[in-house]
């Protein structure tokens, strides 16, 4: 698979504090990202997108970066909560097909 | 319906056994996916159906074989695995198999091989 991994493989925070949390992918080829919440005992869920033609995006209290320059991705979440406790990936898309490969995990943890 | 759904929860069987696990959406979506994920490692990709036909195989052992009955199922067929194979199998759907487009996972059957 790819080579898509991850800075900080835990981190905690504090209840109210914003998260921040890192992706390198290393291939330059990738036009399209998603990051997933996992959380204990569950599926992955979609949390947001950026497609390579863009450096920024925004959700409600997330917001994905994307440097191209230096292959690095960043998930920012706002006011993180308790229900923000999960495992983190980002996951890239290097083919034309919908071929996803996953980076290794964060997991947040925040402190209430 | 904007879920995936995956049956049995859990599953547990030796590995003279025979089993299958289930997958089902209702959002039309043509693509879906079989993944394997090991606790605290990242899914990986399985299997890809694109419009009831098997798009992609990632060297998956024969033990293995997944089935596509109509664009709505999606089942994983398991015969003489090994504990190794014991994992959290992950099924998901996307609209289409082109790029950008985003997959929906269901919550998984935590398989226990004996």
């Known amino acids: 698979g790819e080579n898509v991994g991850l800075h900080l493989p835990t981190l905690s925070v504090q209840e109210g504090d914003n998260s921040i949390i890192n992706c390198a992918y290393s291939n330059s080829a990738s036009d399209y990202f998603i990051w997933y919440k996992q959380e204990s005992g569950k599926g992955p869920q979609f949390i947001i997108d950026?497609?390579?033609?863009?450096d920024k995006r925004q959700g409600q209290r997330v917001t994905v970066l994307l440097n191209k320059t230096v292959k690095h991705l960043s998930l920012q979440i706002a006011a993180t909560q308790p229900g923000d406790s999960a495992v983190y990936f980002c996951?890239?898309?290097?083919?034309?097909?919908?071929?996803?490969?996953f980076g290794t995990g964060t997991s947040l943890t925040v402190i209430p | 319906d904007t879920e995936v759904t995956q049956t049995p929860k859990h599953l547990v069987m030796g590995m003279t056994n025979k089993k299958s696990l289930k997958c089902e959406q209702h959002m039309g979506h043509r693509a879906m996916y079989w993944y394997k994920q090991k606790a605290k490692k990242p899914p990986e990709l399985m299997f890809v159906y694109s419009y009831e036909k098997l798009s992609i195989n990632e060297s998956v052992p024969s033990r293995f074989s997944p089935e596509c009955p109509n664009s709505s199922l999606l089942n994983l067929h398991l015969h003489a695995l090994q504990p190794e194979d014991s994992a959290l199998y992950l099924c998901a759907s996307s609209q289409g198999w082109g790029s950008y487009n985003e997959q929906f996972f269901g919550p998984g059957t935590r398989l226990t091989v004996l």
């Open positions: 996951a890239e898309n290097p083919f034309t097909g919908n071929q996803f490969y």
């Open positions: 950026i497609r390579s033609n863009m």
